[in-house]
C-alpha cells in the first residue's frame, strides 16, 4: 500500500468496532499486517477470538481495566490508556503493520482520558503507507477535520430498548 488515510467511525449507533474490523478482515484476506488497540476494553471478546485463526498476521492489544469507562475515570484508567497509546505509536512507525486500529479511541478522547494534542501528533507524522482508523462515540471536531474519511453511525432503532442484552457473535 503506497498511501495510507486517516479514517474515523463515530456516532451513537451501532457498528463502528464492526466496521473497522471489516477493514481488517479485508485487509488480511489481502495479506496485509495488522495492528488493533483496543482503548477502554479489556475482555475474551468473540472478535478476538476469530482474529486469533489468522495467526501472525495480526496482533491485538486491549488498554483498559475491565470496568465501565465513563466521566469518572480514574487515574488507573487514563495510565492505561496513555500506556496503549504509546505502545499503539510504537505500532504505527515499527513498518510491520498495514493497517493500525485505535478501537474506542474517539471515546477515550470524549472523556478527557487522552488529549486531542497527544493524537494530533499521531496523525502527523505516521508513515504514509499505513492505513490509520479511530472508532468510538465522540470524535472531537478537531479529529474530524484532520481525517480523510469520516463516517458516523446514527442509531434509528434498536433491540435494546425491548431490553435485548448483548448476544454472543453478535454485540459481543
Not at 8 to 29: D, E, P, Q, S
Not at 62 to 83: H, I, P, Y
Not at 140 to 156: F, H, K, Q, R, Y
Request: charged share 25%; with cysteine; hydrophobic share 40%.
Amino acid at each position: 500500500m503506497t498511501k495510507g488515510y486517516v479514517q474515523v467511525y463515530t456516532g451513537n449507533g451501532k457498528g463502528k468496532t464492526t466496521a473497522a474490523f471489516g477493514v481488517a478482515v479485508r485487509m488480511l484476506g489481502a495479506g496485509y499486517r495488522v495492528f488493533i488497540g483496543q482503548f477502554l476494553k479489556k475482555g475474551l471478546y468473540s472478535e478476538l477470538k476469530g482474529f486469533k485463526r489468522w495467526g501472525g498476521s495480526i496482533s491485538i492489544e486491549q488498554f483498559g481495566s475491565g470496568r465501565f469507562v465513563g466521566k469518572d475515570a480514574t487515574v488507573k484508567d487514563r495510565k492505561l490508556a496513555e500506556e496503549g497509546l504509546e505502545r499503539c505509536w510504537k505500532a504505527i512507525r515499527s513498518g510491520e503493520y498495514d493497517l493500525v486500529i485505535l478501537d474506542e479511541l474517539n471515546a477515550a478522547l470524549s472523556l478527557g482520558i487522552i488529549k486531542f494534542d497527544t493524537v494530533r501528533r499521531l496523525l502527523h507524522e505516521k508513515p504514509d503507507n499505513v492505513e490509520l482508523i479511530l472508532t468510538g462515540r465522540g470524535a472531537p471536531p478537531e479529529l474530524i477535520n484532520e481525517a480523510d474519511l469520516v463516517t458516523e453511525m446514527v442509531e434509528i432503532k434498536h433491540y435494546y430498548g425491548s431490553n435485548v442484552s448483548a448476544r454472543t457473535g453478535i454485540e459481543k
